[in-house]
């Protein structure tokens, strides 16, 4: 997967907007790990919003065809980890996403940004 130019990215970024995610971060991991070529990092202001957030993510990639691998933290609600393969999303309650700062442990990521999050960033100015 090529971060820069694959439209497919897009997707994801949608499908996490489609609930309102709070603060979308998109990090180039793959030159750091194996473990995935990108991160989404986004949070919720509750642990139901969380839970929307994933459950929507889950139904929306569902309309392309595109399953996750496995999907842990839907029943609490404070983390949820959906893994794609290639992607990985972070969903999270707020304070327990401060507390983790994945951003800070991935600081040497490249960020990335979709015309899904542009857009997004516009629109909350």
């Given at each position: 997967?090529?971060?820069?130019?694959d439209p497919a990215?897009?997707?994801y970024i949608?499908?996490?907007l489609g609930k309102k995610a709070l603060d979308v971060v998109v990090l180039d991991v793959g030159a750091?790990?194996?473990v995935a070529e990108v991160f989404i990092i986004c949070s919720g202001r509750s642990n139901r919003q969380v839970?929307?957030?994933?459950?929507?993510?889950?139904?929306?990639?569902?309309?392309?065809?595109?399953r996750p691998l496995s999907v842990e933290g839907m029943h609490e609600g404070h983390w949820v980890l959906m893994d794609y393969g290639h992607v990985i999303i972070h969903?999270?309650?707020?304070p327990v996403r401060e507390f983790y700062d994945l951003e800070g442990l991935w600081i040497d990521?490249?960020?990335?940004t979709t015309?899904?999050?542009?857009?997004?960033k516009r629109n909350n100015r």
């Open positions: 997967m090529n971060t820069d130019t990215l897009d997707l949608k499908a996490a750091l790990s194996s839970n929307a957030i994933a459950e929507f993510i889950q139904m929306d990639l569902k309309k392309h065809n595109i969903v999270f309650y707020q990521a490249k960020r990335i015309p899904s999050l542009q857009k997004s």
